[in-house]
T-cell receptor
Framework: AQKITQTQPGMFVQEKEAVTLDCTYD???????LFWYKQPSSGEMIFLIY??????QNATEGRYSLNFQKARKSANLVISASQLGDSAMYFC?????????????FGKGTKLTVNP | DAGITQSPRHKVTETGTPVTLRCHQT?????MYWYRQDPGHGLRLIHY???????DKGEVSDGYSVSRSKTEDFLLTLESATSSQTSVYFC????????????FGPGTRLTVL
C-alpha cells in the first residue's frame, strides 16, 4: 500500500529565509508521482509542484523546489525567500500507477507559519 | 484556474437525510475525484471516476455513492447522512494517465447535526 508521511505538524520560519518541509513516501510501484499542495486559511487546495519518479532533475517552480531523493524515498519541499503569504498548510501527495486510477494519497500536512 | 465548481458551498443538514453534492468541470478531463478532509487526516479519497458511468471506490467509500452521467458532472450522494460525515468535501479533476497535475475545486463544507 502507498503511504505518505509528513513528520512536522508545524514549522516556523522568518520572513525571507528558506524552509524545508519534509515528506517521505512508501510504494512498491516503480512508476509514481509526487505532488505538493498549499492550503491557505481560506481553504482552497493550490497545486504547487510535481515530481515524476523517472524525472532526472529535481522539479522547480519559482520559489518552490522539490528535493527528490529516490533511494531515501523522500520528496521534501523547499521554499526559498519565505513570504508572509506562504503561511498555510502544506500537503504532500503521491500518485501511484496501480490500475491506472491516478488516485492521490495524501500526508497529514505541515502547518507553516512565516514570522515577520 | 482550472474550471471546477462545487455546489453547494455550504450545507447544514440533519442526521438521516439524503444529501447530494455536485462537482462541475469545464475542462473535459477524464478523471474526477471526491475527497473528504478532516482534522488530523489530510485528504482521503471517497470515490473516483475514470469516465462516464465508470466509477470506483476509494479509501473511505462506506456511506457514499457517486454517479457520472456526463463528462462534466460528478455527483456525490450521502444516502442517509450521519454526524461522522461532517467534513469538507473536495472535488478534483485530472486529464488522464500518468498525469502530473490534479486540480481541486473550492470545497463544500457539510455539517450533519
Amino acid at each position: 500500500a502507498q503511504k505518505i508521511t509528513q513528520t512536522q505538524p508545524g514549522m516556523f520560519v522568518q520572513e525571507k529565509e528558506a524552509v524545508t518541509l519534509d515528506c517521505t513516501y512508501d510504494t512498491s510501484d516503480p512508476s509514481y508521482g509526487l505532488f505538493w499542495y498549499k492550503q491557505p486559511s481560506s481553504g482552497e487546495m493550490i497545486f504547487l509542484i510535481y515530481q515524476g519518479s523517472y524525472d532526472q532533475q529535481n522539479a522547480t517552480e519559482g520559489r518552490y523546489s522539490l528535493n527528490f531523493q529516490k533511494a531515501r524515498k523522500s520528496a521534501n519541499l523547499v521554499i526559498s525567500a519565505s513570504q508572509l503569504g506562504d503561511s498555510a498548510m502544506y500537503f504532500c501527495a503521491m500518485r501511484g500507477g496501480q490500475g491506472g486510477s491516478e488516485k492521490l494519497v495524501f500526508g497529514k500536512g505541515t502547518k507553516l507559519t512565516v514570522n515577520p | 484556474d482550472a474550471g471546477i465548481t462545487q455546489s453547494p458551498r455550504h450545507k447544514v443538514t440533519e442526521t438521516g437525510t439524503p444529501v447530494t453534492l455536485r462537482c462541475h468541470q469545464t475542462e473535459n478531463h477524464r478523471y474526477m475525484y471526491w475527497y473528504r478532509q478532516d482534522p488530523g487526516h489530510g485528504l482521503r479519497l471517497i470515490h473516483y471516476s475514470y469516465g462516464v458511468k465508470d466509477t470506483d471506490k476509494g479509501e473511505v467509500s462506506d456511506g457514499y455513492s457517486v454517479s457520472r452521467s456526463k463528462t462534466e458532472d460528478f455527483l456525490l450522494t450521502l444516502e442517509s447522512a450521519t454526524s461522522s460525515q461532517t467534513s469538507v468535501y473536495f472535488c478534483a479533476i485530472s486529464p488522464g494517465l500518468a498525469m502530473n497535475e490534479q486540480f481541486f475545486g473550492p470545497g463544500t463544507r457539510l455539517t450533519v447535526l
